[in-house]
């Protein structure tokens, strides 16, 4: 049935399938290693089966948004440590 909670399952498979290089298939497991921990959190309740416990559009884009800039920060901390040993 079309609805809400379709709607978020199918962002957080896409954004699983992205962070992972691989479709949620079968029992979903953490991908520790390529995602980030709040993220992660966001993704296993929007992947589950039932309905019920998948969170908001929000709440899942809110998830996103906090990894994304997560993300961007280790990054820049890692660009700034590399260029300090560089120099």
Known sequence: QPSAAADVYALAALAYAAATGHPPL???TPERSRVAPSLWRALSRA???WPGPRPSMDELAGA???AAAQAARAAATAAA???DTSS
């Open 26 to 28: 079968g029992q979903v």
């Open 47 to 49: 992947l589950d089966a």
């Open 64 to 66: 996103v948004e906090l």
């Open 81 to 83: 440590s590399t260029a």
